[in-house]
């Protein structure tokens, strides 16, 4: 454990539980050893123990079961397609029952320098800007900034918020089809907004998707930075269509 480094214990702690936990030196039965041998392990006491697996169990890494001990939570990561033609629904049908996308806020705004390049315009042109939460069977698993061109995309708030789906939105405005150019994949801890509407504690890392949808012309219709929950999704990056 580094101390003073800026980052909790706790969260140093729930760190190594999760990597040992996928490496199968931890947890390889399905559940964790008693909090005393975890608290030796660490060097830590209980209550810094306590508060990294009270962590993981929000995240959806771990159970608690009182009476019972803490277990291995044993859902499967979901396998997220990009590929030339990414798209939420389809692309987690064959590993969920039931799967959303929710509007959370939308508003038209001065494009900034990396959104104005993205999708083509001048600089402070106007673009609409929407924040969406996925969900998969009820659990969230990403949250996306996405922009659109304003002037040509007038009212796509609201057909978004009818639909539900960029897809049905987009075919709204006279486009049946559109294409992923280009993705760019980071990974970083997830901020305030991602700590809340994802249901993660804090010190949890999200993988980041910079990405540029454009038409059939390939004319850039839309750019976004979508916000994945590690824990719970893995990217799979195709290169056929």
Known sequence: MTRKSGVALWRQI????????????????GKLPPEMIL???????????????AALVQEGVLRAEQGRGTFVESRQKLSYPISARTRFSTGLREQ??????ILLADAIEPALSRVAEALGLAPDAPVLR???????????????????????????????AET???????????????????TLVSARHAD????????????????????INVDTAGVSVQYAETRFVAD???LSVSTEA
Request: net charge neutral.
């Open 39 to 53: 608290s030796e392990r660490f060097g830590v006491n209980r209550h810094t123990l306590r508060s990294a697996i």
């Open 192 to 211: 305030a907004a991602d700590l809340t509407d994802l249901k993660l504690s804090a010190g949890a890392i999200v993988l980041v998707a910079r990405a």
């Open 14 to 29: 729930a760190d190594q539980i999760r990597q040992a936990i996928s490496a199968g030196t931890l947890g390889a039965d």
């Open 232 to 234: 719970r999704v893995e």
């Open 164 to 182: 539900a789906s960029i897809t049905l939105a987009f075919q709204h405005f006279g486009i049946e089809d559109y294409f992923r150019k280009s």
């Open 130 to 160: 929407l924040e969406t939460l996925s969900e998969a069977d009820g659990r969230p698993v990403s949250r996306a900034t996405s922009w659109f061109d304003a002037e040509r995309f007038p009212d796509f708030a609201r057909v978004y």
């Open 96 to 101: 969920t029952r039931e799967r959303r996308s």
